[in-house]
């Protein structure tokens, strides 16, 4: 069975970062994408950025592009989500989820069978 764990969220001060970490157990070895999404307060859930398996190639919502930094660590299966720059409108819950094949390509977290519980990030200005 497949378990996706977020934890590193916090209060923060604008400007300021934080590292969110995405444990995958299981039997998924090196083998899943892991993407991140945030959904604020009254607003639909946003996929924020993902990693390929194998060659680690990551892409970027717009909204988050050169602040935060995808990566991962095989030996520990985890991912991380390295915020840095942090803005109020970052202020969301983040949730990692994980997969092979064809939900690597989608930007929807419902498309992932292993999804986390989110970890809450409140930016402050």
């Known amino acids: 069975q497949v378990q996706v764990e977020e934890s590193g969220g916090g209060s923060v001060q604008a400007a300021g970062s934080l590292r969110l970490s995405c444990v995958v157990s299981g039997n998924t070895g090196s083998t899943v994408c892991v993407g991140w999404f945030r959904q604020a307060p009254g607003k639909g859930r946003e996929w924020v950025a993902r990693i390929f398996p194998v060659t680690g190639g990551t892409t970027y919502a717009t909204s988050v592009q050169g602040r935060f930094t995808i990566s991962q660590d095989n030996t520990k299966n985890t991912w991380y989500l390295q915020m840095n720059s942090l803005k109020p409108e970052d202020t969301a819950m983040y949730y990692c989820?994980?997969?092979?094949?064809?939900?690597?390509?989608?930007?929807?977290?419902?498309?992932?069978?292993?999804r986390g519980q989110g970890t809450q990030v409140t930016v402050s200005s």
């Open positions: 989820a994980a997969d092979r094949g064809a939900a690597c390509l989608t930007r929807h977290s419902y498309d992932y069978n292993y």
